[in-house]
């Protein structure tokens, strides 16, 4: 069975800067998908970036980025310019054969 | 706006009684999935059909049932319920594709309340 784990359960960060958060997972699948959403309060669960397995090129969507490690199997999201509705909680998942997440990394960012 | 849509939104019952959450994919998704969110807690996968057939089955209770009709929608049914299941219940739907789930996009989900 997978796992996805999140060490940090809650993180700050001061507006304008850069914050990273980390997520390694298990599996002894060959072909999957890893993804980090975001929850905001309004609990709607949105996608935040989107990584494939076989790629070994990082993924970028804007602020966000991922460091990808697939032999430490390791997925960080990195938030640059952070931002003040950057606010929430954010989750790690892994879908594969099936979806599994990570128990949420609660970000705050301060003004 | 994901696409997906749950009803109904809040549902508040009692201890014991049996409810049924409804979910319609995004239009063409063939693969629906459910999810438990505790307070506070991650999503915990319940179970996923794919057109009409369950293709994956997670921490399910044996108290729950899922099942995925013709036209795609899902049902998810919770019985003889209990204090603890009290959450928020996702839906997501996705698109098939040959290299696996590329995207899971998620309903607004349905708060449940037992008491």
């Known amino acids: 069975a997978q796992t996805v784990t999140q060490s940090q359960p809650e993180m700050s960060v001061q507006e304008a800067e850069t914050v990273t958060l980390s997520c390694t997972y298990d599996?002894?699948?060959?072909?999957?998908?890893l993804f980090w959403y975001k929850q905001p309060p309004s609990r709607q669960m949105i996608l935040v970036i989107r990584?494939?397995?076989?790629?070994?090129q990082n993924a970028t969507e804007n602020r966000f980025s991922v460091n990808f490690q697939k032999a430490a199997k390791s997925f960080s999201l990195k938030i640059s310019d952070s931002q003040l509705g950057d606010t929430a909680m954010y989750f790690c998942a892994f879908h594969g054969g099936k979806s599994t997440f990570g128990d949420g990394t609660t970000l705050t960012v301060k003004p | 706006d994901s696409g997906v849509t749950q009803t109904p939104k809040h549902l508040i019952t009692a201890t014991g009684q049996r409810v049924t959450l409804r979910c319609s994919p995004r239009s063409g998704d063939l693969s629906v999935y459910w999810y438990q969110q505790s307070l506070d807690q991650g999503l915990q996968f319940l179970i996923q059909?794919?057109?009409?057939?369950?293709?994956a089955k997670g921490n399910i209770l044996e108290r729950f049932s899922a099942q995925q009709f013709p036209d795609l929608h899902s049902e998810l049914n919770l019985s003889s319920l209990e204090l603890g299941d009290s959450a928020l219940y996702f839906c997501?739907?996705?698109?098939?594709?040959?290299?696996?789930?590329?995207?899971?996009?998620f309903g607004p989900g349905t708060r449940l309340t037992v008491l």
């Open positions: 990584q494939e397995a076989y790629k070994q």
């Open positions: 599996t002894s699948e060959n072909n999957y998908y």
């Open positions: 997501a739907s996705s698109p098939w594709t040959s290299g696996g789930v590329v995207e899971q996009f």
């Open positions: 059909y794919y057109n009409g057939e369950e293709r």
